[in-house]
């Protein structure tokens, strides 16, 4: 008899949430191998495999629409693990030169600190983007379903360099956060507010974003692993101002 495991179990073991697999279920993207009679889903080693395979292609910066499809032409498990193999080792590469390009920045944020030049001295080099992509942003999304697959769908339509460009917006707006938070602007201070009123209209635009729902994006700013330290390597304490500057932008808009 094959084995089964219940969706809290498959949770657990992925680090998915119940509500991002329940999510792929409707999308038809990953449902679950039956539905017990009292609703509970569960799933078997072929789920599982599927989900690793969503996963690796998550990971890889590849959207929820584009997944469906790679997942629909019903390539043998193992040429797939393989392509998947290959990608994995190009974002290694990837990899190796973003922390390359984070070990230059620290170097960098020393040398002004010790010749007493501000930040932006340092900040605007082109280099500061080399190996940053946009996948750990939607990433991070992945808990608000609707604005994750938006925000893929819309990635999976724009050309590289539009891909980059709204990279460079974003870690440009990292980087005049952390301006403002070396100049000991408070957090709730108009001009921070301001930018932080661009990022909501930014996200709205895509999919309704909520009060509550935009406070726990920010909190998810500390709480996520990757994403936090995106904002560390820009400046330390980045993230926490994130969040500080979001829960105040909040706490002025209706739930």
């Keep these: 008899m094959a084995k089964d495991w219940p969706i809290s179990e498959v949770a657990r073991m992925s680090g998915v949430t119940a509500r991002t697999l329940r999510h792929y279920d409707e999308i038809g993207l990953l449902p679950p191998a039956g539905i017990a009679s009292n609703g509970r889903r569960y799933y078997e080693e072929h789920q599982l495999l599927l989900l690793q395979q969503i996963l690796v292609l998550r990971a890889l910066d590849v959207g929820l629409p584009e997944i469906g499809r790679v997942l629909a032409d019903r390539v043998d498990t193992v040429e797939a693990l393989r392509g998947h193999h290959r990608r994995l080792l190009t974002e290694r590469d990837r990899l190796d030169t973003l922390a390359a390009t984070v070990s230059r920045t620290i170097a960098e944020l ?81 001009p921070v507010q301001t930018e932080i009123e661009g990022q909501y209209r930014a996200l709205t635009e895509l999919h309704p974003v909520s009060a509550d729902e935009f406070r726990s994006i920010g909190r998810s700013c500390v709480d996520n692993e990757q994403w936090r330290a995106v904002y560390e390597a820009i400046a330390p304490g980045l993230a926490e101002y994130q969040r500080a500057a979001i829960d105040a932008y909040a706490a002025t808009r209706p739930a």
């Design 110 to 190: 020393e040398q002004s600190r010790k010749d007493g030049t501000a930040m932006t001295a340092i900040n605007r080099p082109e280099n500061l983007f080399a190996g940053v992509q946009p996948s750990l942003y939607e990433e991070n999304l992945r808990d608000f379903p609707g604005l994750a697959e938006e925000t893929g769908r819309r990635a999976a339509a724009m050309t590289p360099v539009e891909v980059e460009a709204g990279q460079r917006e974003r870690t440009a707006l990292m980087i005049r956060l952390a301006e403002h938070m070396a100049a000991g602007t408070p957090a709730d201070a108009g």
